[in-house]
């Protein structure tokens, strides 16, 4: 069980346009979805957390304009690079939580996407 | 300041041999800890979680962790390594009170020798 998928696994695109990332949780409901960006040998980085239903919530230095974000059903969350350029080349990685009790519980995280931006 | 120190970036360790990979927490209240492992250009795979009870934890993989808080530790370890070990290990920490965000260490890259 807690498996999570994401959607496409690499993406190549031009300089300017935009890319949607698909992350769904496939055996269990996720009230809140995390995402990640991890540069080449290094670790994970939280973007943004969102929880469904709610606007998400950006960490510091991260353009919510750039990186939009929504979690429209307990089973997906997409994240959107808005005019991209080279510098959001990255591996983007989602991962999926329950709540209970009020707290949310582990994470369980996708396979990730590799994104190229020529 | 809060912070998750894995200091070991790089090990190398011959295959059939014992593993200890370290980790340190500075966090006022324990946390949940948690080790993950990320093969090449995949997602990451939960090893083992620590949230309260018995301080060593059992993951899959043959892998365990023993959280000691009076050395704000959490190290993982495997008693006989395969080469399929061969990945990158992260060790993360949810702070007390409440669920916010997964904070990770730097990793440390495992190289494993036939």
């Known amino acids: 069980g807690a498996v999570v998928s994401q959607h496409p696994s690499w993406v190549i695109c031009k300089s300017g346009t935009s890319v949607k990332i698909e992350c769904r949780s496939l055996d269990f409901q996720a009230t809140t979805m995390f995402w990640y960006r991890q540069f080449p040998k290094q670790s994970l980085m939280l973007m943004a957390t969102?929880?469904?239903?709610?606007?998400?919530?950006?960490e510091q230095g991260v353009e919510k304009d750039k990186f939009l974000i929504n979690h429209a059903s307990l089973t997906l969350s997409t994240l959107t690079v808005t005019s991209a350029h080279p510098e959001d080349s990255s591996f983007y990685i989602c991962s999926a939580a329950k709540t209970r009790g009020g707290y949310t519980d582990t994470q369980y995280f996708g396979p990730g996407t590799r994104l190229t931006v020529l | 300041a809060q912070s998750v120190t894995q200091p070991d970036i790089h090990i190398t360790v011959s295959e059939g041999a014992s593993l200890e990979l370290r980790c340190n927490y500075s966090?006022?209240?324990?946390?949940?800890l948690f080790w993950y492992v990320q093969s090449p250009g995949q997602g990451l795979q939960l090893l083992l979680k620590?949230?309260?009870?018995?301080?060593l934890v059992q993951g899959i993989k043959g892998f365990e962790a023993e959280f000691k808080r009076s050395q704000s530790s959490f190290n993982l370890r495997k008693p006989s390594v395969h080469w399929s070990d061969a990945a990158e290990y992260f060790c993360a920490v949810v702070p007390s009170g409440g669920y916010n965000k997964l904070i990770f260490g730097a990793g440390t890259r495992l190289a494993v020798h036939p």
């Open positions: 966090y006022g209240a324990t946390p949940y």
């Open positions: 969102s929880n469904e239903g709610s606007k998400a919530t950006y």
């Open positions: 620590y949230f309260s009870g018995d301080t």
